[in-house]
């Protein structure tokens, strides 16, 4: 209420300035009252474009100072790099064209400003130059989207070559569980009308299915490096979306479907936290965590950067805390770690053990 009382005080206050600059102007008998604009105010205008030319490229590279490092690291999955580049090609496309259009654009404005006297060319077309503004963006711009064609064809393929990791992510309002196929590396029929909670049946696996048994469910994500991973994803209720914004890879978990993703994990947790830009970000962090903690604030203790797995759908209130860490390790660690989980048959007969 009192924001919406403050902007209409200020509004009345803008208009009521405007309407007094109105009488003030209308009171010097001697100023020049015509509406038409004279060479004066057309120099002023001319001017004041390239001034605002000036202020765009200033505050361009203002942003590249000060918010590139907000950036995400660089990509750790095989396909990330390309996926990266073709980005990196349409942004410096993009900005030479910006800066030559608005170059051009306001010193046009400027060189053909209104004159008395001046008198506009008639020209009604020329040719070669409509073929050449033509051409040029045909050919870029097909090259663009038939090289982002085929790099989306190749991220989005997912198969069985090399020997994938299988791994199911499994989101719900508002966490995210993973299941390994387990030994067999295949995952157990599953729907989630067979979830069962009391039975701690979770993801709805079907207990009879010879596949399901030693099928293993965290809710830590574990990822042995340098090998293919095959992601299924299911929804128990809404549209989620499993995005890995470090992997470059996002897709949508659909509620009665599953849908697939696969990446190439390429540097450990370990390595990843050793490269240059990541450190700095670690130290910015917990820079703004020790002024933090010096006031006795909360999340003021020191943080580590982990890969992260979390939620790009806005899926109800707490979509924002929907997360999940991701851990790349050698096959070693994975292996010991794996070595540690109860697979499903142990979960559900607790007895066995
Ligand atoms: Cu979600």
């Known amino acids: 209420m009192t924001t919406v009382l403050t902007l209409a005080v200020l509004a009345l206050v803008a208009i009521a300035i405007w ?3 109105k009488i003030f102007e209308l009171s010097q008998l001697k100023a020049e009252r015509a509406q038409i604009a004279n060479d004066n105010d057309n120099r002023k205008n001319g001017y004041m474009l390239f001034a605002f030319m000036v202020f765009t490229y200033l505050i361009t590279i203002f942003c590249f100072w000060k918010y590139t490092k907000f950036l995400l690291p660089e990509a ?13 090609v349409s942004f410096i496309i993009i900005f030479i064209v910006q800066f030559i259009t608005q170059f051009l ?22 040719d070669r130059l409509e073929l050449i503004w033509t ?11 038939l090289w982002g064609l085929y790099t989306w064809t190749n991220i989005m393929e997912v198969n069985d070559e090399d020997d994938p990791l299988i791994v199911e992510l499994y989101a ?62 299911r929804s128990q209720d809404v549209l989620h979306s499993a995005y890995m914004p470090h992997f470059r890879a996002q897709m949508n978990c659909v509620p009665g479907m599953t849908t697939e993703f696969s990446f190439t994990p390429t540097k450990t947790t370990a390595e990843f936290r050793k490269e240059p830009d990541v450190i700095d970000k670690v130290v910015r962090t917990n820079k703004i965590r020790a002024e933090r903690a010096a006031k006795g604030e909360e999340n003021s203790e020191p943080w580590e950067y982990d890969y992260i797995l979390l939620c790009n759908k806005i899926c109800g209130k707490s979509h924002y805390n929907m997360q999940m860490k991701i851990i790349v ?9 794996m070595k540690e989980q109860k697979t499903f048959s142990q979960t559900m007969n607790p007895a066995e053990q």
Request: glycine letters at 8%; a negative charge; charged letters at 25%.
């Open 329 to 337: 390790e050698t096959q070693e660690e994975y292996d010991a770690w």
């Open 172 to 233: 719900q309002q508002f966490q995210w569980t993973a299941r390994y196929g387990g030994t067999d590396n295949v995952l157990g029929e599953a729907n989630v009308r067979m979830i069962d909670i009391d039975k701690a049946n979770v993801l709805g696996l079907d207990e009879s299915d010879s596949y399901s048994a030693d099928d293993v469910i965290v809710r830590e994500l574990h990822l042995p490096v340098g090998r293919k991973v095959n992601f299924y994803m």
């Open 76 to 88: 750790s999955s095989a396909h990330g790099e390309e996926y990266d580049f073709l980005m990196l």
């Open 19 to 21: 309407q007094m600059t």
């Open 105 to 126: 654009l306001h010193y046009f404005g400027y060189k053909y400003r209104g004159k008395k006297g001046n008198k506009a060319l008639f020209y009604a077309d020329n």
């Open 135 to 145: 051409i040029i963006p045909v050919i870029v711009l097909a090259g663009l989207i």
